[in-house]
């Protein structure tokens, strides 16, 4: 599969888009241990599974990798990662900073990448 930055990029920005409503208008709901220091919320759950299926509807051919859920689907050598919600313990102490992370990687190279903080108003892209 061909790499084109400026046909990704726009689908990758209305992924973490969907996220952040959903971070903006959720609480966390229950909250669970995974780790000792580690925690999965509601919204973790949630914004992971709404921005892959808009990302098996947009790009069904590349692969996913989920923080909370692992691989659903492998890709031709492509595959997004997702951090649904990057600094979870902030999020569930009303800390405005977190966000969710989103790459595109080709095997063990990175290609594409967003990073979006909600509640700060700020978005990263590369």
């Known amino acids: 599969m061909t790499i084109d930055g400026r046909t990704l990029l726009p689908i990758t920005e209305r992924a973490v888009s969907i996220a952040s409503e959903i971070i903006h208008t959720r609480a966390p709901g ?23 299926e808009f990302l ?22 492509l595959m ?26 080709d095997r063990d190279r990175a290609v594409l990448g967003v990073i979006d903080l909600p509640f700060m108003g700020l978005c990263y892209t590369g």
């Open 30 to 52: 229950v909250v669970t241990a995974k780790g000792d220091r580690d925690m999965v919320t509601e919204v973790d759950l949630a914004v992971e599974h709404a921005v892959r």
């Open 56 to 77: 098996s509807r947009e790009t069904p051919k590349i692969g996913f990798l989920r923080e909370e859920e692992g691989i659903s689907r492998t890709g031709d050598g």
């Open 80 to 105: 997004w990662s997702l951090d649904p919600l990057d600094g979870t313990a902030n999020f569930t102490h009303g800390i405005p900073l977190c966000g969710t992370s989103l790459g595109l990687f």
